[in-house]
């Protein structure tokens, strides 16, 4: 987790917007990483949504959730601004 937290921290200091994903059991660990980003960060932008997908080869659908973190502003009419 902190490689992962220190690749987001620096992408987003850098000005690139970054997209956290995580589905099933891994959820709380996408929040939790979006969460840390935003609290080093400070004024940062941010979007949640959920997303739900179709694995090929099993047939099974995943939900998960999808977090947008940037520096410049964000669509502010999305629901999970």
């Not at 220190?6 to 200091?13: H, R, Y």
């Not at 917007?17 to 099933?24: E, K, L, R």
């Not at 977090?67 to 629901?79: F, K, N, Q, R």
Request: proline share 1%; hydrophobic share 40%.
């Amino acid at each position: 987790m902190r490689k992962k937290i220190g690749v987001a921290l620096g992408l987003v200091k850098g000005g690139k917007t970054v997209t956290i994903s995580g589905f099933g059991s891994n959820i709380p660990k996408a929040i939790s990483l979006a969460s840390i980003v935003s609290d080093r960060v400070g004024e940062v932008h941010r979007v949640n949504s959920f997303v739900s997908e179709k694995d090929e080869r099993s047939e099974k659908f995943g939900s998960g959730v999808q977090i947008v973190l940037s520096l410049s502003a964000l669509d502010t009419e999305d629901v999970g601004y």
